[in-house]
């Protein structure tokens, strides 16, 4: 295959000078990190939680359906009071699987004002209830804590439309033809549940009464370059350790 984007650069998660290359002009899953495999998202999330809470490898930090490379892995390697969680159905809440918690957004475990950051990576478009996940990671941050997040802004230019719900019976109302992403869990997916457009920062404030900014970063040397490469951050107001300057 042909080479896309090839370049020298410096990894925010291997931390190392590297080379990023992609054979596929879909960059946001292809332009990897030859040292350590990583993908544009990934180094974008980093590269934020490490310019606004320097001192992350010491705070309680919670990340759901995590993957195994990338921010995941550098998080499990050193992040000390790090908490790795699935939502395992039929599982209660709370509960530890192989040393991976079971945990619903929707209805977290976790105690009021207990997690320094809350991390997921392309998580929020498959919730059915967003606004209580929301409410949730609101309710078990800290004060100065954050939700620093990564999820496909499609609809850059029209307003979030909602893709599938759930009904009283418990089925699912499909309202658009089915799409699914890929889920470490789970072979057959996950159902994307929302097209999210920039509205999504008004959405989160309703149910949290917290406010949202949207980074974007276009940073070859970094490689960081890609489509749908947001980077969200909820902070929760109160003392905090994150930098004011990004």
Request: with cysteine; hydrophobic share 35%; aromatic share 10%.
């Amino acid at each position: 295959m042909s080479i896309i984007l090839e370049n020298e650069g410096f990894c925010p998660i291997c931390v190392s000078k590297t080379v990023f290359k992609s054979d596929h002009p879909w960059l946001r899953d292809n332009y990897f990190c030859i040292q350590c495999g990583s993908i544009p998202r990934e180094r974008a999330l980093m590269h934020v939680l490490e310019s606004l809470f320097p001192a992350w490898k010491d705070m309680t930090i919670h990340e759901t359906s995590p993957g195994n490379r990338g921010t995941s892995a550098k998080l499990a390697r050193e992040c000390v009071k790090y908490v790795p969680s699935h939502y395992f159905k039929d599982v209660p809440s709370g509960s530890v699987i192989g040393g991976i918690k079971s945990e619903n957004l929707e209805r977290l475990s976790f105690d009021d004002e207990s997690i320094d950051i809350h991390v997921s990576q392309d998580v929020m478009e498959h919730v059915f209830s967003p606004e209580k996940a929301f409410a949730e990671i609101g309710r078990t941050l800290r004060k100065g804590g954050a939700h620093i997040f990564t999820v496909p802004i499609v609809n850059k230019y029209r307003p979030t439309i909602q893709r599938a719900k759930i009904l009283d019976t418990g089925e699912i109302l499909h309202l658009y033809d089915p799409q699914y992403h890929g889920n470490p869990i789970d072979a057959l997916g996950s159902l994307v549940t929302f097209d999210w457009g920039y509205d999504i920062c008004q959405k989160i404030f309703d149910s949290s009464g917290l406010f949202t900014h949207v980074i974007q970063i276009d940073d070859l040397s970094k490689g960081i370059r890609a489509e749908y490469i947001d980077v969200l951050i909820t902070i929760k107001q109160g003392i905090s350790s994150v930098r004011t300057k990004f």
